[in-house]
């Protein structure tokens, strides 16, 4: 395998409305942000991946004109996941593997304020026997933090203290949408509370994949990826145990994470009981530095907030606070589908 | 390294027809991977990870459907991606597939492409909204049609050579026990004599909207060694985009799709594509871009490419035959359509094409496209593997 790393990350102030802008007007200043930190221009890209979804955005094709963001002319080597922008990195990391491409330009984006996105997101369900009911998706997370709750694994008051902690950590990052004290709140779905629950918002996010020594001219302490993985799991929440994230643990192995520990997680846990979930699958202690960025609980653009997981990991490489930190990306209900991936600083195990 | 060379050991596609009712989404896909596991002597526990494609969710009302597949294509604990790069994806799909095995991520993967379009109204579903556009174009064939009047401007092609196209073209599809469009009663002045739908375009010029799903098996060396038969090797493949619309766009013979082609040519080493390539397998949605992409893929000169389908080059015996299939114009389950280009290349130079068999193929090449002109993926598959 070529040695990969991050070696740029931009995203968007996230925030709770952004009907000024288009897609496109949302995406260009991230793109610009992560070109200008490398001093790569656009044709300078081996490869281009990005990931969003039609259904937030409520056209069909939505990405095209996305793509005028890129500049994509002359021509380019493009490609697009409706998919997480986790998984857009995925196959940039793998277009890179074929040595066809040395860098590789990933954004993802998403405007959940257009629609309601507790609606939108039941369109993902199984169209015969579930969509119909329309169950939103803090009712299914509430069914899975009361399955939680009855097997013992958490409270409603360690699921506060998740919050909590969070959103102060939050308060050191200026692109989170909700930061600092943020009161429990009344019930949305019990035994899910307000501040149980991520913030609805628009936002994007973009990164700069590098290979080998393109990387380590490109960045000072570039984050490469030792390991990445993702899997599925049954989409039916009735044949799932939904205390536990087999696909999670499973990517994790294939990544690497447990050859040694890590220092830092960036988990893309949504709802508070979703990091118990997460901490369980992935053996996390108290020793590991659990989402320093507030993770999805201070900003969840949905379609990037699993790609601001890897570049937070990423950039807290890139400022020397982490050696060895984890980023994992999820999609679907209760955490169906999980991706892991391991990034390290270059003097991490010299 | 070296790039590991892929393989195409397996191809399953549905019998594509206008509304599925039999079967649901999941039973669709199911049912071409099962044919595709099939044709590779192969089961779900010998596949490592799954790629899925198909075009805008809204053709189903199924938001990012590969979560709903995944038990269906027996993804579960597996790798499983969704592509979606427009109407060009099956293509893409296919390359992201053949990308794993060929970084030596995986050994051996599920790539599948579908649309059930009897779910939706696909004209309507790509009609977007205002204030996103005009309430003009009213589908493809709106945003198309100028594009073929540009054409026939620039190169003076006469008004029947689209006919041509499609007559040839639903006439191959007879051959092809897949194919949706079966009309044993088509004559050259039926073609011609149908209703102009988008001026210059008649409705028998246009694609029919389809249920169904393509899915393919590709793997490394060693999986091609295990092959009950002869296997497709992926000789070059490639995908460029280039925006919607922008200053100097040329939408009859687009730059990203000479692009594309150049450089699967290159990495397959074809220096004269019209000799060296056996037969073609495009994504034409509309009769005229026979004509557009015989030039843009570099198979006749700029204002050329008539011709060739004038005097008969491009028919099942011709010198270069051009969807022996039956193309777009006879099945376009939207999604699935490029892949199945993908596919049925691939069938040619594997010698299983049955009656639609080009005699003797060795390489050949799969096409598609997508949005406006702007999304391109091929690839060139051969009957021995690449030696570059």
């Given amino acids: ?350 | 390294m070296p790039k590991e060379p892929v393989a195409v050991v397996g191809i399953g596609q549905t019998k594509h027809v206008s509304a599925r009712r039999d079967v649901s989404i999941a039973g669709l896909v199911r049912e071409a991977a099962v044919r595709a596991l099939e044709d590779a002597g192969l089961t779900w526990a010998d596949i490592d990870a799954v790629v899925i494609g198909k075009a805008p969710d809204f053709f189903e009302g199924l938001m990012m459907p590969e979560l709903y597949l995944a038990d269906a294509l027996g993804a579960v604990g597996k790798p499983m991606l969704r592509v979606h790069t427009a109407g060009s994806v099956g293509g893409s799909t296919a390359l992201v597939a053949a990308n794993l095995v060929s970084a030596r991520v995986h050994r051996t993967v599920l790539t599948l492409a579908f649309e059930k379009q009897s779910e939706s109204n696909a004209m309507w579903g790509l009609s977007l909204p205002i204030p996103f556009q005009q309430p003009l174009l009213a589908g493809a064939g709106g945003f198309f049609a100028p594009h073929v009047r540009a054409y026939m401007r620039r190169t003076g092609a006469p008004e029947t050579v689209g006919s041509l196209v499609a007559y040839k073209d639903r006439r191959n599809a007879l051959k092809n026990p897949y194919a949706h469009i079966h009309d044993p009663d088509i004559t050259l002045e039926k073609v011609q004599s149908a209703p102009m739908l988008w001026d210059p375009i008649r409705y028998s010029e246009t694609c029919p909207s389809s249920d169904g799903a393509c899915a393919m098996i590709l793997t490394d060396r060693a999986g091609a060694d295990r092959s009950p038969h002869p296997p497709a090797w992926v000789h070059g493949g490639a995908m460029r985009s280039e925006p919607t619309l922008f200053a100097g766009k040329d939408f009859v013979s687009p730059q990203a799709g000479k692009d594309c082609a150049a450089d699967v040519y290159r990495q397959a080493g074809i220096g004269d594509p019209r000799r060296e390539i056996d037969a073609v397998e495009m994504y034409v949605p509309f009769s005229w871009y026979e004509p557009m992409w015989l030039e843009n893929l570099g198979f006749a000169d700029e204002g050329e490419g008539w011709k060739l389908t004038e005097s008969g080059v491009t028919e099942l015996d011709g010198d270069l035959p051009v969807n022996p299939s039956g193309g777009v114009l006879s099945t376009n389950p939207i999604g699935a359509s490029g892949m199945i280009r993908f596919a049925e290349a691939a069938l040619q130079v594997r010698g299983q094409a049955g009656e639609h068999q080009v005699t003797g193929a060795r390489k050949a090449l799969g096409h598609a496209y997508g949005g406006g002109a702007q999304f391109f993926s091929m690839w060139l598959v051969g009957a021995e593997p690449p030696t570059r």
Wanted: glycine share 8%.
């Fill in chain 1, 1 to 350: 395998m070529r040695d990969v790393a991050i070696v740029a990350f931009a995203q968007t102030d996230h925030r709770r409305r952004t009907d000024e802008l288009s897609e496109v007007e949302m995406v260009m200043p991230v793109l610009h942000q992560v070109l200008d930190a490398t001093g790569l221009r656009a044709r300078d890209i081996g490869f281009t991946c990005s990931g969003s979804s039609d259904y937030l955005a409520g056209r069909a094709f939505s990405f095209t004109m996305a793509l005028d963001g890129v500049g994509a002319h002359p021509p380019i080597s493009e490609s697009h996941v409706e998919m997480d922008g986790a998984w857009a990195l995925y196959e940039a990391w793998v277009k890179i593997q074929t040595g066809e491409a040395d860098t590789a330009l990933v954004y993802s984006y998403g405007k959940s304020s257009p629609g309601e996105v507790r609606d939108v997101l039941t369109r993902q369900l199984d169209p015969y026997y579930v969509g119909p009911l329309w169950p939103d998706s803090v009712a299914l997370a509430a069914l899975q933090a009361q399955a939680l709750i009855d097997a013992g694994d958490t409270d409603e008051a360690a699921l506060a203290a998740i919050a909590t902690r969070s959103r102060a950590a939050a308060a050191d990052n200026p692109h989170a949408q909700i930061a600092g004290p943020v009161p429990a709140g009344e019930y949305v779905v019990q035994p899910l509370r307000t501040g149980d629950c991520p913030p609805i918002g628009d936002g994007a996010a973009a990164v700069i994949l590098a290979a080998g020594d393109t990387a380590r001219a490109l960045c000072p302490r570039p984050a490469w990826i030792r390991g990445i993985d993702h899997r599925i799991e049954p989409h039916s929440l009735g044949v799932r145990r939904l205390t536990e994230s087999p696909s999670t643990r499973l990517a994790a192995e294939h990544a690497g994470v447990f050859e040694r520990p890590v220092d830092t997680a960036e988990l893309h846990a949504p709802f508070t009981s979703q990091e118990v979930v997460l901490r369980k699958a992935l053996g996390l202690d108290g020793s590991v530095t659990v989402n320093p960025s507030g993770g999805a609980l201070a900003a969840n653009p949905v379609m990037a907030a699993g790609l601001i997981r890897l570049g937070e990991a990423a950039a807290r490489i890139h400022r020397g606070e982490s050696d060895r930190a984890l980023a994992h990306a999820t999609s679907g209900p209760c955490l169906q589908q999980n991706l892991v991936a391991v990034l390290e600083g270059e003097s991490a195990h010299a």
